[in-house]
């Protein structure tokens, strides 16, 4: 089965310091891991995604998530806030090879933005 | 990607009336998708609308509460009938298409009160 684990239901950093959200996956086979965003009362938007080419994975505003298979992780970063970043995240998982083009989305984390 | 419009973006409806929501896409995309995310939660997978034949539910849904629609490869609706409070939720469909490696976009989605 796939499933992922966002481990902080909400993170506060002040604008210019870096962003950490982390995320844990559990899959059984090669999965493809997205982080969406969403903003209030706004749609989602896919900020970047890992489909098994390079484990870094460079995202739209500055966002970057690192793949990691021995920590079956795929934590998002950024190296420095801006208040237009305060926003929910979600990190999804994807396998495709099992389930098809089903995605299983995180619980969500919300990034507040301290100025 | 894709540009996915919704209607309507926001309704109010009584208990135990029905509400179709609309999905329509502006280029021909292989998957349809129907999600649900409750106050306060992350996205659920409702359904996976499939073009001429009958859209395949996730567990916990039901068509007959859940009725979808796809007539072709640009459009899609889903029906909440019998609306209870609990069904307070917003409403989101999203497309695939092979080649986009299991990435989907999404619409903005419906917020549907039931009072």
């Known amino acids: 089965a796939q499933s992922v684990t966002q481990l902080d239901s909400h993170v506060s950093v002040s604008e210019g310091t870096p962003v950490l959200l982390r995320c844990n996956y559990s899959s059984s086979y090669s999965p493809s891991l997205f982080w969406y965003v969403q903003h209030p009362n706004k749609g989602l938007q896919l900020l970047l995604k890992?489909?098994?080419?390079?484990?870094l994975v460079k995202g739209i505003n500055g966002f970057e998530a690192e793949f990691k298979k021995s920590e079956t992780s795929f934590h998002l970063t950024k190296p420095s806030a801006h208040m237009s970043d305060a926003a929910e995240y979600f990190c999804?998982?994807?396998?495709?090879?099992?389930?098809?083009?089903?995605?299983?989305f995180g619980a969500g984390t919300i990034l507040r933005v301290k100025s | 990607s894709a540009v996915i419009s919704q209607k309507p973006s926001r309704d109010i409806c009584q208990r135990g009336t029905s509400l179709t929501i609309q999905c329509q896409v502006d280029s021909q995309v292989t998957m349809m998708f129907w999600y649900r995310q409750q106050p306060g939660q992350s996205l659920t997978l409702i359904a996976t609308a499939n073009q001429g034949s009958e859209a395949t539910y996730e567990s916990g849904f039901v068509i007959d509460k859940f009725p979808i629609s796809r007539p072709n490869l640009t459009f899609s609706t889903l029906t909440v009938s019998n609306m209870s409070p609990e069904d307070s939720s917003i409403y989101l469909c999203?497309?695939?298409?092979?080649?986009?490696?299991?990435?989907?976009?999404f619409g903005p989605g419906t917020r549907l009160t039931v009072t």
């Open positions: 890992y489909t098994s080419a390079a484990t």
């Open positions: 999804v998982v994807s396998d495709r090879q099992e389930y098809g083009n089903k995605l299983v």
């Open positions: 999203s497309v695939a298409r092979a080649e986009w490696l299991g990435e989907q976009y």
